[in-house]
Protein backbone atom coordinates (compact mmCIF):
# COMPACT_ATOMS: atom_id res chain seq x y z
CA UNK A 1 0.00 0.00 0.00
CA UNK A 2 1.55 3.56 -0.63
CA UNK A 3 2.01 5.73 2.48
CA UNK A 4 -0.04 8.51 0.44
CA UNK A 5 -3.68 9.29 -0.13
CA UNK A 6 -3.92 11.33 -3.20
CA UNK A 7 -6.97 13.78 -3.21
CA UNK A 8 -8.37 16.37 -5.62
CA UNK A 9 -9.90 19.59 -4.14
CA UNK A 10 -12.23 22.41 -4.89
CA UNK A 11 -9.48 25.34 -5.51
CA UNK A 12 -12.08 27.71 -6.30
CA UNK A 13 -15.77 27.97 -7.65
CA UNK A 14 -15.42 28.11 -11.35
CA UNK A 15 -17.15 30.85 -13.57
CA UNK A 16 -18.42 29.78 -17.15
CA UNK A 17 -16.38 26.20 -17.90
CA UNK A 18 -14.23 24.70 -15.38
CA UNK A 19 -10.62 25.04 -16.00
CA UNK A 20 -7.22 23.42 -14.63
CA UNK A 21 -6.71 26.14 -12.31
CA UNK A 22 -10.06 25.16 -10.24
CA UNK A 23 -8.82 22.15 -9.07
CA UNK A 24 -5.86 21.38 -6.93
CA UNK A 25 -3.59 18.20 -6.21
CA UNK A 26 -2.73 17.15 -2.69
CA UNK A 27 -1.35 13.90 -0.73
CA UNK A 28 -2.26 13.39 2.35
CA UNK A 29 -1.96 10.69 4.39
CA UNK A 30 -4.35 7.18 3.98
CA UNK A 31 -7.38 7.88 6.42
CA UNK A 32 -8.14 5.36 9.15
CA UNK A 33 -11.71 3.69 8.78
CA UNK A 34 -13.79 4.24 12.23
CA UNK A 35 -15.67 2.06 14.15
CA UNK A 36 -18.66 1.05 11.23
CA UNK A 37 -16.49 1.96 8.59
CA UNK A 38 -13.93 0.80 5.61
CA UNK A 39 -11.18 1.56 3.79
CA UNK A 40 -11.41 1.75 0.06
CA UNK A 41 -8.82 1.68 -2.25
CA UNK A 42 -10.28 3.56 -5.68
CA UNK A 43 -10.42 1.76 -8.36
CA UNK A 44 -13.34 3.21 -11.14
CA UNK A 45 -13.94 7.30 -9.80
CA UNK A 46 -17.31 8.29 -11.58
CA UNK A 47 -17.02 11.27 -13.44
CA UNK A 48 -21.04 12.77 -14.02
CA UNK A 49 -22.28 15.96 -15.34
CA UNK A 50 -23.93 17.25 -12.04
CA UNK A 51 -21.04 17.25 -10.87
CA UNK A 52 -20.79 20.79 -12.38
CA UNK A 53 -23.28 22.05 -10.34
CA UNK A 54 -21.96 20.95 -7.35
CA UNK A 55 -18.72 22.92 -7.82
CA UNK A 56 -21.11 26.09 -7.71
CA UNK A 57 -22.25 28.35 -4.95
CA UNK A 58 -25.69 28.11 -6.60
CA UNK A 59 -28.99 26.53 -4.55
CA UNK A 60 -29.99 22.80 -6.26
CA UNK A 61 -30.83 19.72 -5.00
CA UNK A 62 -28.01 19.08 -3.19
CA UNK A 63 -25.11 20.52 -1.03
CA UNK A 64 -22.42 22.45 -3.17
CA UNK A 65 -18.86 21.01 -2.44
CA UNK A 66 -16.85 23.40 -0.29
CA UNK A 67 -13.53 25.16 -1.19
CA UNK A 68 -10.75 23.44 -0.03
CA UNK A 69 -12.84 20.11 0.05
CA UNK A 70 -12.21 17.22 -1.99
CA UNK A 71 -14.56 17.15 -4.97
CA UNK A 72 -17.12 14.14 -4.50
CA UNK A 73 -18.60 11.72 -6.68
CA UNK A 74 -18.97 8.25 -6.35
CA UNK A 75 -16.03 5.21 -7.00
CA UNK A 76 -15.62 1.45 -7.07
CA UNK A 77 -13.21 0.13 -5.09
CA UNK A 78 -11.61 -2.93 -3.37
CA UNK A 79 -12.07 -3.24 0.59
CA UNK A 80 -8.70 -2.39 2.34
CA UNK A 81 -9.29 -2.65 5.98
CA UNK A 82 -12.79 -3.14 7.61
CA UNK A 83 -14.44 -1.83 10.47
CA UNK A 84 -18.07 -3.03 9.56
CA UNK A 85 -19.13 -7.20 10.34
CA UNK A 86 -20.15 -7.11 6.39
CA UNK A 87 -17.40 -6.17 4.63
CA UNK A 88 -14.06 -8.17 4.36
CA UNK A 89 -10.58 -7.44 3.08
CA UNK A 90 -10.01 -8.07 -1.15
CA UNK A 91 -13.79 -7.51 -1.41
CA UNK A 92 -15.42 -4.62 -4.09
CA UNK A 93 -17.95 -2.39 -3.04
CA UNK A 94 -19.51 1.01 -4.32
CA UNK A 95 -20.55 3.83 -3.25
CA UNK A 96 -19.65 7.62 -2.23
CA UNK A 97 -16.30 8.25 -2.11
CA UNK A 98 -14.65 11.54 -3.43
CA UNK A 99 -11.56 12.17 -6.01
CA UNK A 100 -8.97 10.52 -3.73
CA UNK A 101 -7.10 7.31 -4.02
CA UNK A 102 -8.53 5.91 -0.52
CA UNK A 103 -11.58 6.79 1.16
CA UNK A 104 -12.61 5.73 4.56
CA UNK A 105 -16.64 5.43 4.31
CA UNK A 106 -19.52 4.48 6.44
CA UNK A 107 -20.16 0.71 5.54
CA UNK A 108 -23.97 1.48 5.85
CA UNK A 109 -23.69 3.37 2.61
CA UNK A 110 -21.86 0.84 0.36
CA UNK A 111 -23.33 -1.39 -1.67
CA UNK A 112 -20.73 -4.89 -2.37
CA UNK A 113 -20.42 -5.89 -5.90
CA UNK A 114 -19.90 -9.44 -7.40
CA UNK A 115 -17.67 -9.65 -10.00
CA UNK A 116 -19.36 -12.74 -11.60
CA UNK A 117 -22.57 -10.43 -11.73
CA UNK A 118 -21.28 -8.00 -14.17
CA UNK A 119 -17.79 -6.53 -14.64
CA UNK A 120 -17.36 -4.08 -11.25
CA UNK A 121 -16.99 -1.15 -13.14
CA UNK A 122 -20.67 -0.96 -14.86
CA UNK A 123 -22.12 -0.35 -10.97
CA UNK A 124 -21.18 3.01 -12.04
CA UNK A 125 -22.82 2.98 -15.46
CA UNK A 126 -25.15 0.75 -17.43
CA UNK A 127 -26.15 -1.00 -14.04
CA UNK A 128 -25.77 2.06 -11.74
CA UNK A 129 -27.01 5.38 -11.31
CA UNK A 130 -27.28 6.39 -14.99
CA UNK A 131 -28.62 3.12 -16.28
CA UNK A 132 -31.62 3.56 -13.17
CA UNK A 133 -31.47 7.20 -14.60
CA UNK A 134 -32.86 6.29 -17.84
CA UNK A 135 -35.14 3.41 -16.69
CA UNK A 136 -37.19 5.80 -14.00
CA UNK A 137 -37.59 8.40 -16.96
CA UNK A 138 -38.56 5.96 -19.70
CA UNK A 139 -40.50 4.36 -17.05
CA UNK A 140 -42.12 6.94 -15.31
CA UNK A 141 -42.41 9.83 -18.19
CA UNK A 142 -41.55 8.84 -21.53
CA UNK A 143 -43.49 5.74 -21.51
CA UNK A 144 -42.75 5.01 -25.20
CA UNK A 145 -45.01 2.07 -26.94
CA UNK A 146 -44.71 0.72 -30.21
CA UNK A 147 -45.06 3.01 -33.09
CA UNK A 148 -43.92 6.09 -31.10
CA UNK A 149 -40.73 7.87 -32.39
CA UNK A 150 -38.76 8.85 -29.49
CA UNK A 151 -35.47 11.08 -29.87
CA UNK A 152 -32.76 10.77 -27.31
CA UNK A 153 -30.17 13.52 -27.27
CA UNK A 154 -26.49 12.29 -25.98
CA UNK A 155 -27.48 9.12 -27.47
CA UNK A 156 -23.63 7.72 -26.85
CA UNK A 157 -23.52 8.46 -23.67
CA UNK A 158 -24.41 6.50 -20.13
CA UNK A 159 -27.80 7.80 -19.58
CA UNK A 160 -28.16 7.95 -23.31
CA UNK A 161 -27.72 4.98 -24.60
CA UNK A 162 -29.59 3.03 -21.57
CA UNK A 163 -32.40 5.44 -22.22
CA UNK A 164 -32.63 4.65 -26.41
CA UNK A 165 -31.86 1.17 -25.71
CA UNK A 166 -35.00 0.92 -23.51
CA UNK A 167 -37.27 2.56 -25.87
CA UNK A 168 -36.49 0.40 -28.54
CA UNK A 169 -37.02 -2.91 -26.52
CA UNK A 170 -40.84 -1.26 -26.04
CA UNK A 171 -41.31 -1.23 -29.87
CA UNK A 172 -40.44 2.90 -30.41
CA UNK A 173 -38.78 3.73 -33.40
CA UNK A 174 -35.70 5.47 -31.73
CA UNK A 175 -33.60 8.22 -33.49
CA UNK A 176 -30.53 9.64 -31.33
CA UNK A 177 -28.65 12.63 -31.28
CA UNK A 178 -25.14 12.84 -30.79
CA UNK A 179 -21.89 14.87 -30.98
CA UNK A 180 -19.49 13.22 -34.35
CA UNK A 181 -19.72 10.71 -36.76
CA UNK A 182 -18.12 8.37 -34.62
CA UNK A 183 -20.26 8.46 -31.95
CA UNK A 184 -23.50 8.26 -34.50
CA UNK A 185 -22.00 4.89 -36.23
CA UNK A 186 -21.82 3.64 -32.29
CA UNK A 187 -25.33 4.97 -31.97
CA UNK A 188 -26.80 3.41 -34.89
CA UNK A 189 -24.87 -0.17 -35.42
CA UNK A 190 -23.51 -1.16 -31.70
CA UNK A 191 -26.80 0.64 -30.15
CA UNK A 192 -29.31 -0.22 -32.57
CA UNK A 193 -31.02 2.93 -32.57
CA UNK A 194 -32.93 3.43 -36.00
CA UNK A 195 -31.15 6.33 -36.69
CA UNK A 196 -28.42 8.90 -35.60
CA UNK A 197 -28.16 12.72 -36.55
CA UNK A 198 -25.15 14.81 -35.20
CA UNK A 199 -25.75 17.90 -33.63
CA UNK A 200 -22.68 19.42 -34.98
CA UNK A 201 -23.65 19.37 -38.84
CA UNK A 202 -25.42 22.31 -39.91
CA UNK A 203 -29.43 21.57 -40.18
CA UNK A 204 -30.33 19.51 -37.71
CA UNK A 205 -34.01 20.72 -37.69
CA UNK A 206 -33.91 19.22 -41.54
CA UNK A 207 -32.23 16.15 -40.51
CA UNK A 208 -34.92 15.58 -37.49
CA UNK A 209 -37.49 15.97 -40.46
CA UNK A 210 -36.51 13.60 -42.42
CA UNK A 211 -35.80 11.37 -39.22
CA UNK A 212 -38.64 11.46 -37.86
CA UNK A 213 -41.46 11.76 -40.54
CA UNK A 214 -44.28 11.10 -38.37
CA UNK A 215 -42.84 13.99 -35.58
CA UNK A 216 -42.11 13.32 -32.28
CA UNK A 217 -43.50 11.38 -29.20
CA UNK A 218 -41.00 10.77 -26.90
CA UNK A 219 -38.06 13.63 -26.40
CA UNK A 220 -35.49 12.48 -23.95
CA UNK A 221 -33.46 15.21 -22.89
CA UNK A 222 -29.84 15.06 -21.85
CA UNK A 223 -28.47 18.57 -23.54
CA UNK A 224 -30.45 21.33 -23.99
CA UNK A 225 -29.18 24.67 -26.65
CA UNK A 226 -29.51 24.26 -29.49
CA UNK A 227 -30.81 20.57 -29.68
CA UNK A 228 -33.42 21.24 -27.62
CA UNK A 229 -34.60 24.38 -29.65
CA UNK A 230 -34.56 21.54 -32.80
CA UNK A 231 -36.55 19.24 -31.16
CA UNK A 232 -39.62 21.44 -29.63
CA UNK A 233 -41.19 22.61 -32.54
CA UNK A 234 -41.22 19.05 -34.02
CA UNK A 235 -43.20 17.33 -30.78
CA UNK A 236 -46.79 15.73 -31.88
CA UNK A 237 -49.95 16.42 -29.64
CA UNK A 238 -49.66 14.80 -26.29
CA UNK A 239 -45.75 13.95 -26.31
CA UNK A 240 -44.06 13.46 -23.73
CA UNK A 241 -40.68 15.50 -22.63
CA UNK A 242 -38.61 13.96 -20.54
CA UNK A 243 -36.63 16.84 -18.57
CA UNK A 244 -32.88 14.51 -17.35
CA UNK A 245 -30.71 17.56 -17.75
CA UNK A 246 -29.56 19.86 -19.90
CA UNK A 247 -25.23 19.10 -20.22
CA UNK A 248 -25.16 21.65 -22.47
CA UNK A 249 -26.17 24.87 -20.31
CA UNK A 250 -23.94 23.66 -17.14
CA UNK A 251 -21.21 25.99 -18.09
CA UNK A 252 -23.52 29.68 -19.33
CA UNK A 253 -23.46 32.47 -16.64
CA UNK A 254 -26.45 33.43 -18.14
CA UNK A 255 -29.53 30.95 -18.21
CA UNK A 256 -30.89 30.09 -21.62
CA UNK A 257 -34.23 31.17 -22.86
CA UNK A 258 -36.72 28.52 -22.56
CA UNK A 259 -39.14 27.57 -25.76
CA UNK A 260 -42.21 29.19 -25.88
CA UNK A 261 -44.36 27.28 -23.77
CA UNK A 262 -47.84 27.97 -25.68
CA UNK A 263 -47.10 24.95 -27.58
CA UNK A 264 -47.20 22.90 -24.80
CA UNK A 265 -50.69 23.98 -24.16
CA UNK A 266 -51.90 23.68 -27.43
CA UNK A 267 -50.43 20.16 -28.14
CA UNK A 268 -51.12 19.27 -24.63
CA UNK A 269 -47.37 18.17 -24.21
CA UNK A 270 -46.09 15.94 -20.77
CA UNK A 271 -42.58 18.34 -19.74
CA UNK A 272 -41.33 16.60 -16.77
CA UNK A 273 -38.13 16.67 -15.14
CA UNK A 274 -36.98 14.36 -12.10
CA UNK A 275 -33.88 13.48 -10.19
CA UNK A 276 -32.43 10.16 -9.70
CA UNK A 277 -31.82 10.09 -5.82
CA UNK A 278 -35.79 10.34 -5.44
CA UNK A 279 -35.66 7.09 -6.97
CA UNK A 280 -32.74 4.97 -5.18
CA UNK A 281 -35.33 2.48 -4.06
CA UNK A 282 -35.96 1.20 -7.61
CA UNK A 283 -32.13 0.29 -7.68
CA UNK A 284 -32.66 -3.65 -6.77
CA UNK A 285 -35.59 -3.78 -9.40
CA UNK A 286 -33.37 -2.07 -12.02
CA UNK A 287 -30.48 -4.25 -11.73
CA UNK A 288 -32.53 -7.20 -11.57
CA UNK A 289 -34.04 -6.15 -15.01
CA UNK A 290 -30.71 -5.21 -16.67
CA UNK A 291 -28.03 -6.98 -15.03
CA UNK A 292 -29.15 -10.37 -17.28
CA UNK A 293 -29.95 -8.05 -20.26
CA UNK A 294 -26.20 -7.21 -20.14
CA UNK A 295 -24.94 -11.04 -19.80
CA UNK A 296 -26.83 -11.97 -22.58
CA UNK A 297 -25.61 -8.87 -24.68
CA UNK A 298 -28.92 -7.25 -25.25
CA UNK A 299 -28.37 -4.21 -23.41
CA UNK A 300 -25.20 -2.69 -25.06
CA UNK A 301 -22.28 0.05 -23.10
CA UNK A 302 -19.48 1.46 -23.75
CA UNK A 303 -16.79 2.18 -21.20
CA UNK A 304 -14.42 6.06 -21.29
CA UNK A 305 -12.03 4.99 -19.13
CA UNK A 306 -8.77 7.65 -18.69
CA UNK A 307 -5.93 6.55 -16.33
CA UNK A 308 -4.80 8.32 -13.09
CA UNK A 309 -6.69 11.13 -10.47
CA UNK A 310 -4.08 13.14 -12.21
CA UNK A 311 -5.97 13.44 -15.54
CA UNK A 312 -9.73 13.68 -13.89
CA UNK A 313 -10.01 17.43 -14.40
CA UNK A 314 -9.18 17.51 -17.72
CA UNK A 315 -11.71 14.38 -17.89
CA UNK A 316 -14.73 16.37 -16.65
CA UNK A 317 -13.44 19.54 -18.54
CA UNK A 318 -13.55 17.44 -21.16
CA UNK A 319 -17.22 15.60 -20.54
CA UNK A 320 -18.44 19.31 -20.54
CA UNK A 321 -18.11 19.31 -23.55
CA UNK A 322 -18.45 16.01 -25.63
CA UNK A 323 -15.16 14.75 -25.58
CA UNK A 324 -16.15 11.33 -23.62
CA UNK A 325 -16.70 8.97 -25.51
CA UNK A 326 -18.95 6.42 -23.11
CA UNK A 327 -19.83 6.22 -19.73
CA UNK A 328 -16.63 8.16 -18.20
CA UNK A 329 -14.90 6.79 -15.76
CA UNK A 330 -10.94 7.38 -14.30
CA UNK A 331 -9.10 4.70 -13.35
CA UNK A 332 -7.44 5.14 -9.51
CA UNK A 333 -5.39 1.88 -9.33
CA UNK A 334 -5.46 -1.34 -10.46
CA UNK A 335 -8.47 -3.69 -11.26
CA UNK A 336 -7.64 -7.17 -9.68
CA UNK A 337 -11.05 -8.07 -11.32
CA UNK A 338 -9.39 -7.28 -14.99
CA UNK A 339 -6.13 -9.30 -14.06
CA UNK A 340 -4.83 -5.80 -12.59
N1 LIG B 1 -32.01 13.79 -13.70
C1 LIG B 1 -31.13 12.95 -13.16
O1 LIG B 1 -31.32 12.40 -12.08
C2 LIG B 1 -29.86 12.65 -13.92
C3 LIG B 1 -29.02 11.60 -13.55
C4 LIG B 1 -27.89 11.33 -14.31
C5 LIG B 1 -27.57 12.14 -15.40
N2 LIG B 1 -28.41 13.17 -15.70
C6 LIG B 1 -28.16 14.03 -16.87
O2 LIG B 1 -28.14 13.21 -18.01
C7 LIG B 1 -27.35 13.81 -19.01
C8 LIG B 1 -26.35 12.79 -19.55
O3 LIG B 1 -25.47 12.41 -18.51
P1 LIG B 1 -24.42 11.21 -18.70
O4 LIG B 1 -23.85 10.92 -17.37
O5 LIG B 1 -25.04 10.13 -19.47
O6 LIG B 1 -23.28 11.91 -19.57
P2 LIG B 1 -22.79 11.47 -21.02
O7 LIG B 1 -23.95 11.55 -21.95
O8 LIG B 1 -22.04 10.20 -20.93
O9 LIG B 1 -21.77 12.62 -21.36
C9 LIG B 1 -22.20 13.92 -21.58
C10 LIG B 1 -22.52 14.11 -23.08
O10 LIG B 1 -23.26 15.29 -23.23
C11 LIG B 1 -23.02 15.84 -24.50
N3 LIG B 1 -22.57 17.22 -24.35
C12 LIG B 1 -21.67 17.71 -23.48
N4 LIG B 1 -21.49 19.01 -23.67
C13 LIG B 1 -22.31 19.35 -24.68
C14 LIG B 1 -22.57 20.57 -25.32
N5 LIG B 1 -21.96 21.70 -24.94
N6 LIG B 1 -23.50 20.56 -26.32
C15 LIG B 1 -24.12 19.42 -26.69
N7 LIG B 1 -23.89 18.23 -26.10
C16 LIG B 1 -22.99 18.21 -25.11
C17 LIG B 1 -21.90 15.05 -25.13
O11 LIG B 1 -22.45 14.11 -26.03
P3 LIG B 1 -22.47 14.42 -27.61
O12 LIG B 1 -21.05 14.67 -28.01
O13 LIG B 1 -23.05 13.22 -28.18
O14 LIG B 1 -23.33 15.64 -27.74
C18 LIG B 1 -21.29 14.33 -23.95
O15 LIG B 1 -20.65 13.15 -24.33
C19 LIG B 1 -26.71 15.03 -18.37
O16 LIG B 1 -27.49 16.17 -18.67
C20 LIG B 1 -26.82 14.74 -16.90
O17 LIG B 1 -26.80 15.88 -16.09
C21 LIG B 1 -29.53 13.45 -14.98
Not at 38 to 45: A, E, F, P, S, T
Not at 69 to 96: K, L, N, T
Not at 158 to 180: C, D, F, N, P
Not at 244 to 256: I, K, L, R, S
Request: charged share 20%; with cysteine.
Amino acid sequence: MVAENRQVLLQRRPIGAPSPDDFTIIDGPIPQPAAGEVLLRGIYLSLDPYMRGRLSAARSYAKPVEIGAVIEGRAVGEVVRSEHPDFRPGEFAYGGYGWQAYSAVAGAQLVKLDPAVAPISTALGVLGMPGLTAYVGMSDIGRPKAGDTVVVSAASGAVGAVAGQLARAAGARVVGVAGGPEKCRYVESDLGFDACLDHRLPGLGKALDKACPNGIDVYWENVGGAVQQAVFPRLNDFARMVLCGMVAEYNDVQPQPGPNLMAAVRKRLRIQGFIVSDEWQRFAEYRAMAAPLLRAGRLKYREDIVDGLDNAAAAFIGLLQGRNFGKLLVRLGPDPTRGG
